[in-house]
C-alpha cells in the first residue's frame, strides 16, 4: 500500500528564503505503516532546507482542503526534537 505524501517548496513571503511543507496527516499515516524510509527521506529533504537558510512548515490540511500551517521549524536542533517525537514508538 503507498501513501502519497505532500511536500510542496512553499514560497510566499521570502523570495530567496526556501519553505518545505510537510503534512503532519501524511506523517501520521507514515507511522502508523512503519514507513521509516520514506520518513528518513522527509527528515533529509527537511534538513536540506534548513541547511540552505529556509524553513521547515508543519500543516495540516483543513476541512476546506487548505493547508492550514500551524508551526514553523527553521534550526537544525528543532527539525532533531520534532524528528525524534515522529520516530519514538517506531521499531
Known sequence: MAVGVIFL???TQYQNMPEYLIDVATVESL???N???ELD???TRARSTIVQGGT???ARKSKNGSMARFDEISTEPNL???RLGVFK???
Open 35 to 37: 514507513d521509516t524510509d
Open 41 to 43: 527521506r522527509t527528515f
Open 56 to 58: 521547515v512548515v508543519l
Open 80 to 82: 532533531e526534537q520534532y
Open 89 to 91: 514508538y517506531l521499531k
Open 31 to 33: 507511522q502508523m505503516i
Open 9 to 11: 517548496p512553499f514560497n
